[in-house]
């Protein structure tokens, strides 16, 4: 439409503002030749929804309405974008709405790019539109129940990863330590053997060999063993995602994670035993979307940034893309209220909308109700001389369910032989103004008068306060009927009590502890279950221990230095001491840290110190008074494929007793790996010079159907799942397609991308794999990409597989990226011929490249490194050998290069085999043939 023609249908839009006219009369009034403008005429508009363009379409457009051609189009269009499903009711009502005259309201428009309140937006029940005559565009607006909006958290249930497969994926770590009197070794396994997506077999496993030496009659001997234990061994089969059920050899841990329905028992005794279990689970819950409250839908033309509001408050902002958006409504506080939706276009307010909004407190074990049963018999590492003690038949069961908003109760039972025992829990937590509060109480009853308690409370908001109380009493602490019985069960006969709080005070940190602990001693016979042959220990002791510790700290920068200092005092005194250990103590140390300086991994961190400790009682000299203890350290941390530290430390007393250490880590993509070696000297201890060993390596691998794959260690408790990285070479991949490649003048292995889950990163060679293990039922951010460290003179590119992804896995499941890679080898340059003159629009013989320009300059990229750049210069193949590079991070600078004619068949054979470079020869030769036959014919040319 021209711009008169366009500029008169305006102002016929803004006849009926100036007056009411007759249509007769109007008509009569339009200039010749505009006739069709006022009458209507069909125009192809781009028609966009939700700031998406959903392409061009007819539409019939006069001065007051517009009304689409072709609705079923359109409507296709819109289905494919918000996925509505063809054919149903909803789909034709969409049809009808599109069909219909619509009023053009341009005024909304907001021409001239002016940002207002309402401008760009409008709530219909139907179908309506805004007609932007300047830009030739209809914004189409929809009713919200037809857009179904996408939920920032996810479903409520999750479901295994696309492309993910059976696996056994193991976890393993080994701890070592030596001293002069004992040394162990133990190494503990969990693996989980996949069956299907919903079913896996999970075992646990442990392996321990101790000794010990003692001093008798003036002689050494040495006593200890190894043991083996199948801690469990059983297989699990989900009945949907609420439910589940499982038999083997099992323990407790799963009962009190997510796997079980989150059943945190503290006082029950809930043995390993040999049966069968069935329960609720809560393992595939999104707990994202467990804390979502109602659905806050806004409906965006731009990217723009939306305020809610409960009232002044403000309860979050988000910056939201045009379309269907959904506000996180996570961190919002319970209960119902409405909520003010204000929208933002750039710094402009366009428009504000009230919403209802509600949200159940609880979080996402305050739900529904979980429940277990379980029976077997059960396996038992205590020493009973009778076998049919050791595997006793038990009955286990639990509920929990919610009260309230924030209440839940919890009750198991526990039936054995002759005995039973059940623990009721009730708990609560609130999130008020001024903080969160999370209390729970718990009650055990039992056979004999067996029977326990327990409390905890704890509040946060700047303000730390926590209270941990335990008791217990087992049926023969005290005599009585169960006094002698060996085989009553062993629950323990103590108290304890912990209490902290931490709080701001200024520029300082206030914090103070108290701790106390009170043993029931009963005397130990000589087929107690509780004595372990490999660490016979003294019998237990009636008394109480008291701790109370109050301290002051602070931290601030000096310099390049960071100070830290703590002032505090202590009361101690222990059951095995006579005399308590009151004091106090200041301390004051100073540490920089230098970080890695551009282009290297080596980054230090240095730290020295002094305490000063003054009191009265049992200190670790037998000294009063005032002491001085002086510390140092530094360590040296490099980090760029892998972590690697090395740290050297001594303590000293002014006394010239001390001791020195010197540890080393690596965490890397075959686990990890740690090591401290340490040695007292003057003072210490006896007076002698005593040594010390300490170290442990965790690491986990994969089983596959064409592969096994070594991993680092896992973070998580969990029975193991794994996302594993496969990379490609995209040389290799050539040369198996049969195209020809010169490997001497190529690069292999080197570093070509990385993979990064729940913050471990590992980075992956060309040609190799690596994996890194995840918790089962635990969802995980993900990232593949190209490798940025360890690279050397190139750069690297992902053909395919790159991006980023959240995992979510059951045991025994592995999520393979198989990936492309390829080097590139970046050279810039000019290219001159003998006679000095540039080689303009030559064409590049040795890789796919754009000709050079008209000086003759280029910058290409090589999947291998080059000694010779081969060109095509007006049908003759010339040869530009690359003498001095100057590197520039990947880039190589050749400068000025003068090349040379070559004859054809001098050319290396890796490039005459190409079909590329077959091509343009044979280009250059019929060129040249076309020119001698142009010339044979007249030869006066």
Avoid at 15 to 24: D, F, R, S
Avoid at 845 to 867: C, T, Y
């Amino acid at each position: 439409m021209s711009k008169i023609r366009r500029t008169y249908l305006v102002c016929l839009c803004s006849l009926p503002v100036w007056g009411h006219w007759e249509e007769a009369s109007a008509t009569t009034q339009v200039p010749p030749g505009f006739e069709d403008i006022a009458l209507g005429q069909v125009e192809h508009l781009e028609v966009r929804l939700l700031g998406q363009s959903l392409g061009l379409f007819p539409v019939f457009v006069d001065p007051q309405v517009v009304r689409l051609e072709t609705p079923e189009s359109v409507a296709r269009a819109i289905e494919a974008l918000v996925d509505v499903a063809p054919g149903d009711r909803q789909a034709m009502r969409l049809v009808e709405a599109l069909a219909r005259p619509m009023p053009r309201n341009g005024h909304l428009a907001c021409a001239g790019g002016a940002q207002s309140s309402g401008c760009r937006y409008l709530e219909t029940g139907s179908a309506d539109v805004i007609f932007d005559e300047g830009q030739g565009v209809l914004d189409l607006f929809l009713a919200k129940d037809w857009l179904p909006a996408r939920d920032p958290a996810g479903p409520t249930y999750h479901v295994n990863v696309a492309g993910s497969e059976n696996a056994l994926v193991h976890s393993q770590i080994v701890n070592a330590s030596a001293r002069d009197r004992d040394r162990n070794l133990t190494v503990l396994g969990q693996g989980a053997l996949g069956v299907s997506p919903a079913s896996y077999a999970g075992f646990t496993w442990s392996l321990v060999h101790a000794s010990q030496r003692e001093d008798v009659h003036d002689a050494s001997a040495r006593s200890g063993g190894t043991r083996a234990n199948i801690d469990s061994l059983y297989y699990r089969h989900d009945l949907g995602a609420t439910h589940y059920v499982q038999a083997g050899r099992m323990d407790q841990r799963n009962l009190s994670s997510a796997q079980g329905g989150s059943f945190g028992f503290s006082l029950l005794p809930v043995e390993r035993f040999d049966g069968a279990r069935i329960g609720t689970s809560q393992a595939y819950r999104n707990e994202a979307s467990a804390a979502q409250g109602s659905p806050l839908t806004v409906l965006l033309t731009r990217d723009a940034r939306v305020d809610a509001y409960r009232g002044s408050e403000l309860l979050g902002s988000a910056y939201l893309s045009a379309g269907v958006q959904q506000f996180d409504t996570r961190y919002f506080p319970e209960g119902s209220y409405l909520v003010t939706l204000r929208v933002f276009e750039g710094d402009a307010l366009i428009r504000s909308e009230i919403e209802p909004f509600t949200k159940v407190g609880g979080g996402t074990h305050g739900r529904g109700t979980q429940w277990f049963a379980q029976a077997g018999r059960t396996v038992s590492r205590r020493r009973f001389d009778d076998v049919r003690q050791r595997e006793r038949f038990t009955v286990q069961t639990g509920v929990r369910t919610a009260l309230g908003p924030g209440v839940t109760l919890t009750s198991g039972w526990v039936w054995l032989p002759a005995q039973w025992f059940n623990e009721t829990q009730i708990g609560w937590q609130h999130t008020f103004a001024f903080g969160r509060l999370t209390t729970t109480a718990a009650l055990l009853t039992g056979t004999g008068g067996a029977r326990g308690n327990t409390q905890v409370i704890s509040f946060s908001n700047g303000l730390g306060v926590s209270l941990y109380r335990y008791q217990m009493r087992q049926a023969n602490c005290r005599g009585g009927a169960f006094a002698s019985d060996v085989n009553a069960f062993q629950l323990g006969c103590y108290d304890s009590l912990n209490a902290s709080v931490a709080l701001p005070l200024g520029k300082w940190q206030a914090s103070a502890g108290y701790s106390e602990s009170r043993t029931h001693g009963r005397r130990a016979s000589s087929v107690d279950p509780l004595q372990d042959e490999f660490w016979p220990g003294s019998e237990p002791r009636d008394g109480v221990s008291r701790t109370l510790q109050l301290a002051l700290s602070r931290s601030f920068r000096w310099q390049r230095y960071a100070v830290n200092a703590r002032v505090g005092g202590f009361h101690r005194h222990h059951v095995d001491t006579g005399r308590p250990d009151r004091g106090m103590f200041v301390n004051v140390s100073l540490t920089r840290h230098r970080p890695a300086l551009p282009g290297t991994s080596l980054s230090t961190f240095s730290s020295a110190g002094v305490e000063v400790r003054g009191g009265l009682g049992n200190d670790r000299e037998g000294e009063r008074g005032v002491r001085a203890d002086y510390h140092a350290s530094h360590t040296w941390t490099w980090d760029d494929t892998s972590r690697r530290e090395i740290a050297l430390a001594v303590t000293g007393t002014e006394s010239g007793g001390g001791t020195a250490n010197v540890r080393g880590a690596v965490d890397g993509r075959y686990g990890d790996a740690q090591a401290i070696y340490s040695r007292s000297f003057g003072h210490l201890g006896d007076g002698r010079a005593n040594g010390a060993f300490a170290g442990s390596y965790a690491s986990s691998f994969a089983v596959m159907r064409d592969r096994v794959v070594i991993g680092p260690a896992m973070l998580a408790g969990e029975p193991p799942a794994g996302v594993a990285l496969v990379v490609g070479d995209a040389q290799a991949d050539r040369v198996a397609d049969g195209e020809a490649y010169d490997e001497s003048a190529g690069a292999s292995g080197g570093a070509a991308a990385t993979l990064q889950v729940g913050g471990r990163s590992v980075t992956v060679n060309f040609g190799a794999a690596a994996m890194v293990p995840i918790g089962g039922y635990r969802v995980q951010q993900g990232e593949v990409a190209e490798a940025w460290q360890g690279l050397g003179d190139y750069s690297i590119g992902l053909l395919r597989g790159a991006g980023v992804q959240e995992y979510f896995l059951t045991p025994g499941r592995m999520k393979v990226h198989r990936v492309t890679a390829k080097r590139s080898y970046t050279y810039v340059g000019r290219a001159v011929g003998v006679d000095g003159l540039s080689l303009d629009n030559a064409r590049v013989l040795s890789v796919a490249a754009a000709p050079l320009d008209a000086r003759g300059e280029f910058m290409i990229e090589s999947p291998q490194p080059l000694s010779a750049l081969y060109l095509l210069d007006r049908g003759q193949p010339v040869r530009c050998e690359i003498r001095s590079v100057e590197r520039r991070d990947v880039i190589r600078l050749t400068g000025t290069m003068q090349c040379e004619i070559v004859a054809q068949h001098t050319l290396p054979a890796s490039l005459r085999s190409q079909t590329r470079v077959q091509r343009l020869l044979s280009e250059a030769q019929t060129s040249s043939d076309r020119r001698a036959g142009l010339a044979m014919e007249d030869p006066m040319k």
